[in-house]
């Protein structure tokens, strides 16, 4: 089984180093890592042409933006399963693929999540811990959603239900998840550890007017997809207090 490894960046050049040592390092080999870059002009490329650390498949040129560019990554892939490693996130040990591969090897597995971590980028502090928990339709019903970053999908299951919707400006991610969590009859396996490592910040991270445009976004989403969205919108917010509770305790 292989899996594919999709990672976006723009004018990465200060990040994606650790990205690519902490691929490099897994000690699941059969993956393929494509990288689509939108143009970068900081010595993003450069960096990526005189990586060998492990092969990497580059697509590089203007695209419409972060969604666009991992449409562009989808369209590339071809292995059994994907998941998404952007350029300011990490794998949080060698062994990350390895447990994801252990996730699908039955057959039966639709997609696999695990915990997420954001951390400062200078000093690695954790400032935020987002604990998945297994899916649950009625849970997701009422806002639950798997950490992006950890999802891994198989790909025919991508397939069904087509790209991410680029009328979505900030949570088209949230839109496709959506997509294909309400389709049901789904299988899916969550590991309880943390397995990615990511830079705090990012478009659906960066303060109250983002957070305000990305709940617009999702309660479209929701009358597009049939869910209720009092419920799911509320409900999504209200999971989030925990985390920024321990957030502001911890400064």
Same mark, same amino acid.
């Given at each position: 089984?292989?899996?594919?490894?999709?990672?976006?960046?723009?004018?990465?050049?200060?990040?994606?180093?650790?990205?690519?040592?902490?691929?490099?390092?897994?000690?699941?080999?059969?993956?393929?890592?494509i990288?689509?870059?939108?143009?970068?002009?900081?010595?993003?490329?450069?960096?990526?042409?005189?990586?060998?650390?492990?092969p990497?498949?580059?697509? $590089?040129?203007? #695209? =419409?933006?972060?969604? &666009?560019?991992?449409?562009?990554? @989808? /369209?590339? !892939?071809?292995? %059994?399963?994907?998941?998404?490693? $952007?350029?300011? #996130? =990490?794998?949080?040990? &060698?062994?990350?693929?390895?447990t @994801? /591969?252990? !996730?699908?090897? %039955?057959?039966?597995?639709?997609?696999?999540?695990g #915990?997420?971590?954001?951390?400062?980028?200078?000093d690695?502090?954790?400032?935020?811990?987002?604990?998945?928990?297994?899916?649950?339709?009625?849970?997701?019903?009422?806002?639950?959603l798997?950490?992006?970053?950890?999802l891994?999908i198989?790909?025919?299951?991508?397939?069904?239900?087509?790209?991410?919707?680029?009328?979505?400006?900030?949570?088209?991610?949230?839109?496709w998840?959506?997509?294909?969590?309400?389709?049901?009859n789904?299988h899916?396996?969550?590991?309880p550890?943390?397995?990615?490592?990511?830079?705090?910040g990012?478009?659906?991270?960066?303060?109250?007017?983002?957070?305000?445009?990305?709940?617009r976004?999702?309660?479209k989403?929701?009358?597009?997809?049939?869910?209720?969205?009092?419920?799911?919108?509320?409900g999504?917010?209200?999971?989030?207090?925990?985390q920024?509770?321990?957030?502001?305790?911890?400064?």
């Amino acid at each position: 089984m292989k899996i594919t490894i999709i990672t976006v960046c723009y004018n990465s050049a200060g990040t994606i180093g650790s990205t690519l040592r902490s691929i490099a390092r897994q000690t699941f080999r059969d993956f393929e890592h494509i990288i689509v870059d939108g143009g970068s002009t900081d010595g993003t490329l450069a960096l990526i042409n005189h990586w060998d650390g492990h092969p990497v498949r580059l697509a $590089n040129g203007p #695209d =419409r933006g972060i969604y &666009d560019a991992m449409n562009k990554g @989808i /369209a590339m !892939a071809t292995g %059994d399963v994907l998941g998404f490693l $952007n350029a300011d #996130d =990490r794998y949080a040990n &060698d062994g990350v693929l390895h447990t @994801i /591969a252990a !996730a699908f090897a %039955d057959g039966r597995t639709d997609f696999s999540h695990g #915990d997420l971590v954001f951390v400062n980028a200078g000093d690695r502090k954790v400032t935020r811990y987002w604990k998945g928990s297994p899916f649950d339709r009625r849970e997701f019903l009422r806002g639950w959603l798997p950490p992006h970053p950890t999802l891994y999908i198989r790909r025919s299951l991508v397939e069904a239900v087509g790209p991410f919707s680029l009328s979505y400006r900030v949570a088209a991610d949230i839109e496709w998840m959506m997509r294909f969590l309400s389709r049901g009859n789904l299988h899916s396996i969550y590991i309880p550890k943390i397995l990615v490592e990511m830079d705090a910040g990012g478009a659906s991270n960066a303060g109250w007017r983002a957070f305000l445009s990305a709940n617009r976004d999702v309660w479209k989403a929701c009358r597009a997809l049939k869910v209720s969205p009092a419920p799911f919108v509320f409900g999504k917010t209200a999971r989030k207090l925990p985390q920024w509770w321990r957030q502001l305790r911890a400064h």
